[in-house]
Antibody, heavy 118, light 109 residues
Framework: QLQLQESAPKLVKPSETLSLTCSVSGGSISSRSYYWVWVRQPPGKGLEWIGSMFSRGTTYNNPSLKSRVTMSIDTSKNQFSLHLNSVTAADTAVYYC??????????WGQGALVTVSS | QAVVTQEPSLTVSPGGTVTLTCGSSTGAVTSGHYPSWFQQKPGQAPRTLIYDTNNKHSWTPARFSGSLLGDKGALTLSGAQPDDEADYYCMVYYTGVWVFGGGTELTVL
């Protein structure tokens, strides 16, 4: 059974880099059938797509986040990661990872709340 | 970037039928946009109900169905139950890019 689990610091200071990891179990992150997604949700607001990464390395990012986003895959750990730099209070949100594509639907992690504050 | 629109709120009576729609600022939503529908209850992660227009996950109740309605994606709930009260988000796929709608707050009353 596929499971995704986010891990992240609960608190990040403004201007620093937010780093999150999504650990995947019950499936291989190397599979070329799927792609891996980051979504966030600020408190009380809707869902916002951050970016997607395919196992062959192709990435797509939300233009609104410009060049602040970096994503990577670690096949040895069956994990994928998100790095968001120069964070501000506006980056406070619950961050979700997901697997999509391959005609198999979309599976979500349970989310991790990250607060940006000094 | 495209804008995806949903009804901000809808109300359905228990046992009733309601259709939520998902429109795109770029034109018609088609099967090539792989429209998906997610249900989210307070304090919970989103849960995928419908993907690729009309496909269901194993956990998707039979009363939910996805389709294309005119130039929009659509989620129809037939036989609403109190447990269906939640926020519903659609997502439209534009060649690698996901765009979410603003969500529909569904009340069962």
């Amino acid at each position: 059974q596929l499971q995704l689990q986010e891990s992240a610091p609960k608190l990040v200071k403004p201007s620093e880099t937010l780093s999150l990891t999504c650990s995947v179990s019950g499936g291989s992150i190397s599979s070329r059938s799927y792609y891996w997604v980051w979504v966030r949700q600020p408190p009380g607001k809707g869902l916002e797509w951050i970016g997607s990464m395919f196992s062959r390395g192709t990435t797509y990012n939300n233009p609104s986040l410009k060049s602040r986003v970096t994503m990577s895959i670690d096949t040895s750990k069956n994990q994928f990661s998100l790095h968001l730099n120069s964070v501000t209070a506006a980056d406070t949100a619950v961050y979700y990872c997901a697997r999509a594509g391959g005609g198999a639907g979309c599976f979500w992690g349970q989310g991790a709340l990250v607060t940006v504050s000094s | 970037q495209a804008v995806v629109t949903q009804e901000p709120s809808l109300t359905v009576s228990p046992g009733g039928t309601v259709t939520l729609t998902c429109g795109s600022s770029t034109g018609a939503v088609t099967s090539g946009h792989y429209p998906s529908w997610f249900q989210q209850k307070p304090g919970q992660a989103p849960r995928t109900l419908i993907y690729d227009t009309n496909n269901k996950h194993s956990w998707t109740p039979a009363r939910f169905s996805g389709s294309l309605l005119g130039d929009k994606g659509a989620l129809t709930l037939s036989g609403a139950q109190p447990d269906d009260e939640a926020d519903y988000y659609c997502m439209v796929y534009y060649t690698g890019v996901w765009v979410f709608g603003g969500g529909t707050e569904l009340t069962v009353l």
